[in-house]
């Protein structure tokens, strides 16, 4: 375990030096020396010291005399206590791993001071875990700006959604509409033991998650894991029998799949990324499903539009993924606040170039996985201020919550966050 804890640490600390969570575990997960059960200790402890990060600092300041020179031994730190506050394993076994852990890390001196910080938590605990509340970073566990945005833009709101964020999120499944209902499949997780129920359209979520391998059906194609939210993008398309539909920025494909599930279409998978691209194809291969995958740039039609109108175009754009927080707990830490201008100016980029394949009364979906306003609807306030032939439509279907926060899906405890905007070229 000493060797996970040291693994988790040096991948918090890449994380917060600007690489994502899931490279980093990537490069270290096929370590020989590791188990499965390592792996998934070494998964769930790092995605955990990052979810809690605000607090664990907050403590660690309470705990710490002085500054420690080395940071090594503060990520070590980090990644105990989250072992400490947060999980059940025996605390005398965290507390002797890192401090084996600090001989790895060829920092044998810091054996004392690690032993010490992590047993005068175990003393304090309950008074640590107040105190460090005393801040919105100890409390939230996010960034200042991020808190500071989110109480401007949803001031009612804002501690629900920081809260919702440090959840372990749902896993929730799309039903393969082309090979059997909701219901069927209800009954297929009820006669393995697996707890479910249904979200309305395709969507199930389990009561607990499992591994995709123990899901029936799964290799056969009838399911999918797709958040609830993501799922509302196909039926907001409104595809018809025989729509020439582009998926724009299609990878890794989820949506794209659930168009061809639910409509008898021809569409193209347009992506920018190669490998991303061929985790399209085997999705699309797992369903028995059959798209043009393309590989080209959304925002130069010029470099891969055969000049054949879309019917249909779902633009998922790149986005802060600020309301995917408890999926990606590295994303809070890794944003930074001119991040969010750089994404609304390639976002305004994106939908100004698919304007031009759309035809005339075709529809174009934006959707983004972000809560911020510059992203959403600031977004598309400005897009149809530049382009008088545009009309922004109520969204289909019976997604009251949508349509009542004009597009913009909040997280909750049943889905993540998500804009929707539905525009028709007129």
Same mark, same amino acid.
């Given at each position: 375990m000493d060797e996970v804890q040291r693994l988790a640490a040096s991948a918090v600390a890449n994380v917060l030096a600007g690489r994502s969570l899931d490279a980093e575990l990537r490069a270290v997960s096929g370590r020989p020396s590791l188990t499965p059960q390592d792996r998934g200790a070494l998964q769930d402890i790092a995605y955990g010291t990052l979810r809690f990060l605000g607090q664990l600092d907050a403590m660690l300041d309470l705990l710490l005399e002085r500054p420690l020179k080395d940071a090594r031994v503060r990520d070590l730190l980090r990644v105990a206590l989250f072992q400490l506050a947060h999980t059940r394993a025996a605390p005398h076994a965290i507390v002797d791993h890192a401090v084996r852990a600090c001989i790895a890390l060829n920092a044998p001196a810091a054996k004392g001071l690690v032993n010490a910080v992590l047993r005068n938590f175990l003393r304090k605990r309950d008074a640590l875990l107040v105190e460090a509340r005393q801040t919105d970073r100890g409390r939230y566990s996010h960034p200042q700006w991020w808190i500071d945005k989110l109480r401007s833009q949803h001031p009612s709101l804002a501690e629900a959604m920081l809260a919702n964020a440090n959840l372990h999120p749902p896993l929730t499944l799309r039903v393969n509409a082309r090979r059997l209902s909701v219901d069927a499949y209800l009954a297929s997780l009820e006669s393995e033991g697996i707890?479910?129920?249904?979200?309305?359209?395709s969507a199930v979520m389990l009561e607990r998650p499992v591994p995709v391998e123990r899901l029936p059906g799964f290799a056969e194609g009838d399911v999918s894991v797709q958040d609830a939210a993501a799922q509302y993008a196909a039926p907001f398309l409104d595809v018809q029998p025989g729509s020439r539909v582009l998926d724009a920025c299609a990878a890794p494909g989820g949506k794209t799949a659930h168009i061809l599930e639910i409509g008898e279409v021809d569409l193209i998978a347009l992506d920018n990324d190669p490998a991303r691209?061929?985790?399209?194809?085997?999705?699309?291969?797992?369903l028995n499903l059959n798209a043009r995958i393309v590989c080209g740039d959304a925002a130069q039609p010029a470099q891969w539009w055969d000049g054949v109108e879309? $019917?249909?175009?779902?633009? $998922?754009?790149?986005?802060?993924?600020?309301?995917?927080v408890r999926r990606h707990p590295d994303i809070k830490w890794l944003r930074r606040p001119h991040d969010i201008a750089r994404f609304a100016a390639r976002q305004s980029e994106i939908l100004d170039a698919l304007w031009q394949p759309l035809a005339i009364d075709g529809k174009l979906l934006y959707v983004t996985c972000s809560v911020f306003r510059e992203e959403n609807q600031e977004q598309i306030e400005h897009f149809l201020a530049r382009h008088q032939d545009a009309r922004h439509l109520t969204l289909p279907g019976p997604h009251t919550n949508a349509q009542q926060l004009a597009g913009q899906i909040l997280p909750d405890e049943q889905h993540d966050g998500f804009f929707y905007a539905l525009l028709q070229k007129a």
């Open positions: 707890a479910a129920r249904a979200l309305g359209g691209l061929e985790r399209v194809q085997s999705n699309l291969t797992r879309f $019917d249909r175009i779902l633009a $998922d754009v790149p986005c802060s993924a600020s309301g995917v």
